[in-house]
């Protein structure tokens, strides 16, 4: 994003915008997990994103904002385990 509400996925390239995924507050974080983009950003929110754009799920976070996203795969139980820091020295653990 640009601090507004949305993110794009860019086709290097060409130079071309492939996806827009608009959000409701500004992106301050993302990151990749398996097939998916996770977001978080000024919202008490995280979103879950397909490669293509179209958005997963948006889960509910205890951050007012989220500023930091790291995840850990676990491979044995085809699962992950995702941790979120934002405002309020909150730190969430979410399990999938």
């Known amino acids: 994003g640009e601090g507004g509400r949305c ?12 996806a827009t995924m608009p959000t409701c507050g500004a992106v301050q974080a993302v990151t990749f997990c398996d097939d998916k983009i996770l977001s978080g950003g000024a919202e008490k929110a995280i979103y879950r994103w397909r490669c293509n ?9 205890s951050s007012e904002s989220v500023f930091s996203l790291s995840h850990v795969q676990h491979p044995s139980h085809n699962s992950y385990s995702l941790v979120t820091a934002g405002a309020g020295g909150n730190v969430s653990f979410y399990f999938q």
């Open 53 to 61: 754009g179209k958005l997963h799920s948006r889960v509910p976070s």
């Open 7 to 18: 993110m794009w996925m860019w086709h290097v390239a060409s130079r071309k915008v492939v």
